[in-house]
């Protein structure tokens, strides 16, 4: 596949885009900066050893791109869908964002629509969101050879999508599961602040969960 991670410049997004990129699909890096993008794609590319990974800006990237990943800060989260609204339809759209409370990220944060994921379906209907990949921590993204401990929950209402989410998941090394419709994001989302809590009281680099019993 040809896949955009817009705010691929940063630790989540261009881990993902890395291991998406090893695994054989074209990406490209999305910027609000081109510039940015590229240089951020050229690092890859030399971690690669191939040119896999493309930069542009983000509305040419998603324009270019079959699926699109949205991997930015809450707060830039509606700004950037709506930059790039007219790329979408009919694509599915990977939300990675997490609605964090800016004065205590450890503190779950439900935004008025229900989850971050509710709000990107809210603001761009002719997209199909799929919410996953919240709960991964970057910490070893960018290492090729580490195993992620870590499964992800994949939420969409439309199953096709829900079904790219998955494929992206385990193309990325890890262990996806079917957790249903968009309205169960809210739950995946809350994870978060969760986890970063564990990890700042306990002193663990990247907790994650594990579905157990199957």
Not at 94 to 105: A, E, G, K, R, S
Not at 173 to 186: K, Q
Request: hydrophobic content about 50%; charged content about 20%; glycine content about 8%.
């Amino acid at each position: 596949m040809k896949i955009a991670v817009l705010g691929g410049t940063g630790k989540e997004g261009s881990g993902l885009a890395l291991r998406w990129a090893h695994a054989g699909h074209a990406v490209i890096i999305g910027s609000r900066d081109a510039d940015k993008a590229k240089r951020a794609a050229e690092e890859l590319n030399q971690m690669l050893g191939q040119p896999r990974v493309q930069g542009m800006d983000n509305l040419s990237a998603a324009q270019a791109a079959e699926v699109v990943v949205l991997s930015v800060p809450y707060a830039a989260h509606l700004d950037t869908l709506n930059a790039v609204r007219s790329a979408l339809a009919g694509k599915v759209v990977i939300d990675v964002t997490v609605p964090l409370d800016p004065q205590d990220i450890t503190r779950v944060r439900v935004p008025p629509a229900g989850s971050a994921a509710k709000e990107a379906q809210a603001a761009v209907p002719e997209a199909h969101i799929v919410a996953a990949f919240q709960n991964i921590s970057a910490t070893h993204l960018k290492k090729l050879d580490a195993v992620i401990d870590c499964d992800v929950l994949v939420c969409a209402d439309d199953e096709a999508a829900r079904r790219v989410g998955m494929q992206l998941a385990q193309d990325a090394g890890m262990r996806a599961w079917d957790a249903g419709p968009l309205d169960n994001a809210v739950v995946v989302e809350g994870l978060t602040p969760i986890l970063l809590g564990i990890n700042k009281r306990h002193k663990v680099k990247g907790a994650g969960i594990r579905i157990t019993g199957a």
